[in-house]
T-cell receptor, first 113, second 112 residues
Framework: GENVEQHPSTLSVQEGDSAVIKCTYSDSASNYFPWYKQELGKRPQLIIDIRSNVGEKKDQRIAVTLNKTAKHFSLHITETQPEDSAVYFC????????????FGKGTTLSVSS | DTAVSQTPKYLVTQMGNDKSIKCEQNLGHDTMYWYKQDSKKFLKIMFSYNNKELIINETVPNRFSPKSPDKAHLNLHINSLELGDSAVYFC???????????FGEGSWLTVV
């Protein structure tokens, strides 16, 4: 089955800096790669996703890149703000019947002002 | 009008007890899930149902039994609770398998 590795496990940046979180996946059939943000005591919420027919997707300060050959994808947050502090999860899925999103172990991002 | 709602939000119970968590979604989705988030924040799939049919059953002790009376509801019953069952249990739904999932608010289970 699918296995998703996520790095780093913790990341501390200064406000205004950029943050990059990287994930690798094992199943070459995976074609859907979402990113979730989980604030303390809250549910994980989707912030951006990318499908395998696209190499990059951007939404304001957040961007995701995908390299299908290398089987890795990354989340980029620019101009970080204290409210970006949270746990971020990457996930992967083949989208086939009987499958579910498989999550990485999460990255705790701390943005200090 | 919460999209995925689960109850109770907090549950403190003694070892050996039996408890249930209920989940309902009003998004019209076909697929529902239970994920477990342990103290290290790892989100692990437990079960998935598609239109009331069990389609994913990960390596979960058989003390855990999901039930889906209809495609909008997925409940989780846990027998003989153990200390290691303490975690946050998230219900979720998606339009179809392996697609974007929408989480409920979570149920914080503490076994003492």
């Amino acid at each position: 089955g699918e296995n998703v590795e996520q790095h780093p496990s913790t990341l501390s940046v200064q406000e205004g800096d950029s943050a990059v979180i990287k994930c690798t996946y094992s199943d070459s059939a995976s074609n859907y790669f979402p990113w979730y943000k989980q604030e303390l005591g809250k549910r994980p919420q989707l912030i951006i996703d990318i499908r395998s027919n696209v190499g990059e997707k951007k939404d304001q300060r957040i961007a995701v890149t995908l390299n299908k050959t290398a089987k890795h994808f990354s989340l980029h947050i620019t101009e970080t703000q204290p409210e970006d502090s949270a746990v971020y999860f990457c996930a992967a899925s083949t989208g086939q019947a009987g499958t579910a999103l498989i999550f990485g172990k999460g990255t705790t991002l701390s943005v200090s002002s | 009008d919460t999209a995925v709602s689960q109850t109770p939000k907090y549950l403190v119970t003694q070892m050996g007890n039996d408890k249930s968590i209920k989940c309902e979604q009003n998004l019209g989705h076909d697929t529902m899930y239970w994920y477990k988030q342990d103290s290290k924040k790892f989100l692990k799939i437990m079960f998935s149902y598609n239109n009331k049919e069990l389609i994913i059953n990960e390596t979960v002790p058989n003390r855990f039994s999901p039930k889906s009376p209809d495609k909008a509801h997925l409940n989780l019953h846990i027998n003989s609770l153990e200390l290691g069952d303490s975690a946050v249990y998230f219900c979720a739904s998606s339009p179809s398998s392996g697609n974007t999932i929408y989480f409920g608010e979570g149920s914080w289970l503490t076994v003492v």
